[in-house]
């Protein structure tokens, strides 16, 4: 393929139209997701993302299903590129998540270059906020997305939901703009993303406000409620000075936000024993439950492996095709990582015998940090002392075998597609001899869920594109060479990261923003 010179020139987004085929635009390229058929397994049709320009004009872009082989290498969320050669057409006529006219499509003709010194001044996010008035007044619109901000005053667990396209999980979000309240409806994988124990305790120090972009009103109840569309996504603290003024005004005058209930079908955790959690089989019917079990480790489960290489952005797996890294995450642009525990364990009752097949047993699943808590070694330690090799367990993994734990867990999604239930390890909350340990304190209940509307199915036809991931945590140490067996990691891993500083902006898809990783014994006593 003839080669081409990108030039310095270039034209600011609002000048881009039909009328020329040779335009070069300097932009930040940031809000990708990916548009997937209704195919199984389910097939990306195209890769969509916004661009924008030093003028802080905004304008959608996307890249057909024959080129995001060529484009999604070279594109990392966040990044300032030359983009030359590219289609404008017509922006869609629904659910248009900027306002732009029109739409830049790639061909194979289109070149990018990567700037790697972006200007401070280069705005870092595409948003029009819409105050709470604006939003109700939009009630129903169809044609374009709104963005809105809000501190957080409450939220509630995940729990599953009927819709027409089947059981969804949802989680409700309220958030106020300091005289008004709105409630947030996130379903799906954002539901699940949603570090909402994370964001709870940082708002126990300082104002969490939100900034949601990509979202539509919609009437239930009679009350006017933002329902999260697939192209959703939300930054935390970001620094911007609609959230600066927000925060000033908001100083001392907020209550510190609660969990709202009913939202789960539990108020509380409740204790039970492997040979009660053993007897379920419709993960359905105790989704968003939580419960207390003591537990004895049998075996560790070797038809997966005991550790993946998750995306530094997303924690989700790294997966090698035609020599380039790439994560399986829908709607990242992660292309490095390094390894993380994944440790699937068979568990039995503390006082049954381990050597007979008529015990009872469930299969949990260790996470993160959470394994490493019981390991009690890093994994990329582990790694370096035993060899990337999965032929065999690392004995600090086998020395696990009849140790006791009392665990708060819950169903992994992983579970509504599988047979048997998997159960995620929440918290590891007291190890050793489980017979005189106490018991988990009793958990605040939850608000009413927003139930699925006409005009989210319609989001759900019109877009079916997946969510973004959430905010990362500080990535792990760089081990791209490490190829374990690929699993996928369960979205709410995440919640089990360090506390970051409260300080620090983060977003959805981990474009943006810091964290850093705090002492594990200080992250237990905050989940409990």
């Given at each position: 393929?003839?080669?081409?010179?990108?030039?310095?020139?270039?034209?600011?987004l609002?000048?881009?139209?039909?009328?020329?085929?040779q335009w070069?635009?300097r932009v930040?390229?940031?809000?990708f997701?990916?548009?997937k058929?209704?195919?199984q397994?389910?097939?990306i049709?195209?890769?969509?993302f916004?661009?924008?320009?030093?003028q802080?004009?905004?304008?959608e872009?996307q890249?057909?299903?024959n080129?995001i082989?060529?484009?999604?290498?070279q594109l990392k969320?966040?990044?300032?590129y030359?983009?030359?050669?590219?289609?404008v057409?017509?922006?869609?006529?629904?659910?248009?998540p900027?306002?732009?006219?029109?739409?830049?499509?790639?061909t194979?003709?289109?070149?990018?270059?990567?700037?790697t010194t972006i200007?401070?001044?280069?705005p870092?996010?595409?948003y029009?906020v819409?105050?709470f008035?604006?939003l109700r007044?939009?009630?129903?619109?169809?044609e374009?997305?709104s963005?809105?901000?809000?501190v957080l005053?409450?939220?509630?667990h995940?729990?599953?939901?009927?819709?027409?396209?089947?059981?969804k999980?949802?989680r409700?979000v309220?958030?106020?703009?300091g005289?008004d309240t709105?409630?947030?409806?996130l379903?799906?994988?954002?539901a699940e993303?949603?570090?909402?124990?994370?964001?709870m305790?940082m708002?126990t120090r300082?104002p969490?406000?939100?900034l949601?972009?990509?979202v539509?009103?919609?009437?239930?109840?009679?009350?006017?409620s933002?329902?999260g569309?697939?192209?959703?996504k939300?930054?935390?603290?970001?620094?911007?000075?609609?959230?600066?003024?927000l925060r000033?005004s908001?100083?001392?005058?907020t209550?510190?936000?609660?969990?709202d209930?009913p939202?789960?079908?539990?108020a509380?955790p409740?204790n039970?024993?492997?040979a009660d959690?053993?007897?379920?089989?419709n993960?359905h019917?105790i989704?968003?439950?939580?419960?207390?079990?003591?537990?004895k480790?049998?075996?560790v489960?070797?038809?997966?492996?005991?550790w993946?290489?998750?995306?530094?952005?997303?924690?989700k797996?790294?997966?090698q095709?035609s020599g380039?890294?790439?994560?399986?995450?829908?709607?990242?642009?992660?292309?490095s990582g390094?390894?993380?525990?994944?440790?699937?364990?068979?568990a039995?009752?503390?006082?049954a015998?381990?050597?007979?097949?008529?015990?009872?047993?469930?299969?949990?699943v260790?996470?993160?940090?959470?394994?490493?808590?019981?390991?009690g070694?890093?994994?990329?330690?582990?790694i370096?002392?035993?060899?990337?090799?999965?032929?065999?367990?690392?004995?600090?993994i086998t020395?696990?075998y009849?140790?006791?734990?009392e665990?708060?867990?819950?169903?992994?999604?992983?579970?509504?597609q599988r047979?048997?239930?998997?159960?995620?390890?929440d918290?590891?909350?007291?190890?050793?001899d489980?017979s005189?340990?106490?018991?988990?304190?009793q958990?605040p209940?939850?608000?009413p869920?927003?139930?699925?509307?006409?005009?989210q199915?319609t989001?759900?036809?019109q877009?079916?594109?997946?969510?973004?991931?959430?905010?990362?945590?500080?990535?792990?140490?760089?081990?791209?060479h490490?190829?374990?067996?690929?699993?996928?990691?369960?979205p709410?891993?995440?919640?089990?990261?360090?506390?970051g500083?409260?300080?620090?902006?983060?977003?959805?898809?981990g474009s943006?923003?810091?964290g850093?990783?705090?002492?594990?014994?200080v992250?237990r006593?905050l989940?409990?």
């Open positions: 393929m003839e080669p081409y010179v990108i030039l310095m020139d270039h034209a600011p609002k000048e881009i139209t039909p009328h020329s085929h070069t635009v930040r390229a940031i809000r997701s990916e548009c058929n209704k195919e397994p389910p097939k049709v195209r890769v969509d916004i661009l924008i320009d030093e802080g004009t905004t304008m872009a890249i057909p299903q080129w082989h060529m484009f999604m290498p969320e966040a990044s300032l030359y983009i030359q050669f590219f289609q057409v017509s922006a869609r006529t629904t659910y248009r900027v306002d732009h006219p029109f739409l830049a499509r790639f194979v003709h289109t070149r990018v270059r990567e700037i200007p401070p001044t280069f870092e996010y595409a029009r819409a105050p008035e604006v007044a939009r009630k129903q619109i169809t374009y997305c963005d809105t901000i809000g005053q409450g939220c509630t995940v729990r599953m939901q009927n819709t027409r396209a089947g059981p999980a949802i409700n309220r958030i106020t703009d005289k709105m409630v947030v409806a379903w799906g994988e954002q993303n949603f570090d909402a124990e994370r964001y305790e708002a300082e969490v406000i939100f949601f972009v990509g539509t009103a919609s009437i239930f109840n009679g009350n006017v933002l329902q569309s697939s192209v959703c939300w930054y935390v603290n970001p620094h911007i000075p609609e959230v600066a003024a000033d908001c100083i001392g005058r209550p510190t936000p609660i969990w209930g939202g789960t079908s539990q509380a409740e039970i024993t492997v959690l053993s007897t379920f089989d993960p019917v989704y968003g439950n939580r419960y207390i079990v003591k537990v480790i049998k075996n489960l070797t038809d997966t492996s005991w993946y290489l998750a995306c530094q952005v997303c924690n797996t790294l997966k095709e380039a890294t790439r994560c399986t995450g829908r709607g990242c642009s992660g292309t390094g390894p993380r525990y994944r440790l699937s364990i068979v039995v009752d503390p006082a015998s381990a050597n007979t097949n008529a015990t009872p047993t469930i299969e949990l260790f996470f993160g940090p959470i394994a490493e808590e019981i390991i070694m890093p994994v990329d330690a582990l370096a002392l035993d060899g990337p090799s999965n032929a065999f367990l690392p004995t600090r020395a696990l009849g140790r006791q734990f665990l708060r867990v819950s169903v992994s999604p992983m579970s509504l047979i048997g239930i998997i159960y995620q390890v918290t590891v909350l007291a190890t050793g489980t005189s340990l106490h018991q988990n304190p958990l209940e939850e608000l869920i927003v139930s699925a509307s006409d005009t199915a989001i759900d036809t877009l079916d594109q997946p969510s973004l991931s959430d905010a990362h945590a500080t990535p792990p140490p760089q081990h791209v490490l190829t374990p067996e690929i699993t996928d990691i369960h709410d891993e995440k919640k089990k990261r360090a506390i500083d409260v300080a620090a902006h983060e977003t959805h898809d943006s923003g810091t850093a990783n705090k002492d594990r014994n992250q006593r989940e409990l």
